[in-house]
């Protein structure tokens, strides 16, 4: 059986899924308490139920990163392909404020090599 959804249900099916599973722990902070850590330690973590996220401030470089680790990143991939990463934006734009200049995508092998 076929299933034809338009480009607008994607996007809403979408923001549902990352409500529903990017969501921090603890929910959202204020606007202001993010730009206060980032301040203070240039980074905010999230950490959702599965797998985290990190807000990443360059200040030499003046760049602004999200860091996906490898499970949210294969998941969201295996569901919406490259679809998520536009939604995301804004999603997390609406959350927190932040704006960030691109991902950059983790992996434990190249993250916690000495």
Known sequence: MKYIITESGLNQAIKYYLDSNFTP????KSKEEYENRLKEYRQCLFQ????FYDFNLNRKRKI??????????K????LFDDMWEPIFRDWFKG???MEFDFFQFMDFDTAFKK
């Open 25 to 28: 722990k603890e929910g959202w």
């Open 64 to 73: 602004k990163n999200l860091f996906i680790w490898p499970l949210a990143e």
């Open 75 to 78: 998941e969201l991939k295996s």
């Open 48 to 51: 959702p139920k599965k797998s």
């Open 95 to 97: 959350h927190t404020g």
